[in-house]
T-cell receptor
Framework: EPEVTQTPSHQVTQMGQEVILRCVPI?????FYWYRQILGQKVEFLVS????????KSEIFDDQFSVERPDGSNFTLKIRSTKLEDSAMYFC?????????????FGPGTRLTVL | DQQVKQNSPSLSVQEGRISILNCDYT??????FLWYKKYPAEGPTFLIS?????DKNEDGRFTVFLNKSAKHLSLHIVPSQPGDSAVYFC???????????FGTGTSLTVIP
């Protein structure tokens, strides 16, 4: 069964450094999402992406964040200058048109630790 | 800005009994609701959904009930099984389906 994959599973970085989190969505999906979950807190929407552009973003998704689908298969989240409070689990998700409308398939997540 | 709330952080149920997980929301514009299950070290997995035009949706052991006037939905699992032990998130969206609002989750433990 196709699944969403994410790399790396764990990323440790120094405050102020740039990180790129990578995701490979399910191949026939058209909608792509990034979420984060700070330890012990709720899952928070960051951004949705469709047709090679951002569809919607939350207030968390400020100028430090960017997303890209560089090659038609990968979907990346870049944090330009990481802060301590960016430490969280980051989940990528993808969705298709049709089937169960709005169903999103999540990857296993990347744990980002900012020191 | 807690538009979707799950007020019970944890729930324990005996195997074979019914598990009822609750979720409240504040935004009357939400028109589609989903439940996700999450095991440790994994991403959330879709479980069941319901449109706001319905008040019930059933899929095997899982049933979701929606009470729009109370802005409340619940997930019933009958009978509960030990493998159901996980964190359950409810989520809601408005018709564009681009932004999903999640609750904080309820950790369900099914005791054998």
């Amino acid at each position: 069964e196709p699944e969403v994959t994410q790399t790396p599973s764990h990323q440790v970085t120094q405050m102020g450094q740039e990180v790129i989190l990578r995701c490979v969505p399910i191949s026939n999906h058209l909608y792509f999402y990034w979420y984060r979950q700070i330890l012990g807190q709720k899952v928070e929407f960051l951004v949705s992406f469709y047709n090679n552009e951002i569809s919607e973003k939350s207030e968390i998704f400020d100028d430090q964040f960017s997303v890209e689908r560089p090659d038609g298969s990968n979907f990346t989240l870049k944090i330009r200058s990481t802060k301590l409070e960016d430490s969280a689990m980051y989940f990528c998700a993808s969705g298709r048109i049709g089937g169960v409308l709005y169903e999103q398939f999540f990857g296993p997540g990347t744990r980002l630790t900012v020191l | 800005d807690q538009q979707v709330k799950q007020n019970s952080p944890s729930l324990s149920v005996q195997e074979g009994r019914i598990s009822i997980l609750n979720c409240d929301y504040t935004n009357s514009m939400f028109d589609y609701f989903l439940w996700y299950k999450k095991y440790p070290a994994e991403g959330p997995t879709f479980l069941i959904s319901i449109s706001s035009i319905k008040d019930k949706n059933e899929d095997g052991r899982f049933t979701v009930f929606l009470n729009k006037s109370a802005k409340h939905l619940s997930l019933h699992i009958v009978p509960s099984q030990p493998g159901d032990s996980a964190v359950y998130f409810c989520a809601a969206t408005i018709n564009t389906g681009n932004q999903f609002y999640f609750g904080t989750g309820t950790s369900l433990t099914v005791i054998p």
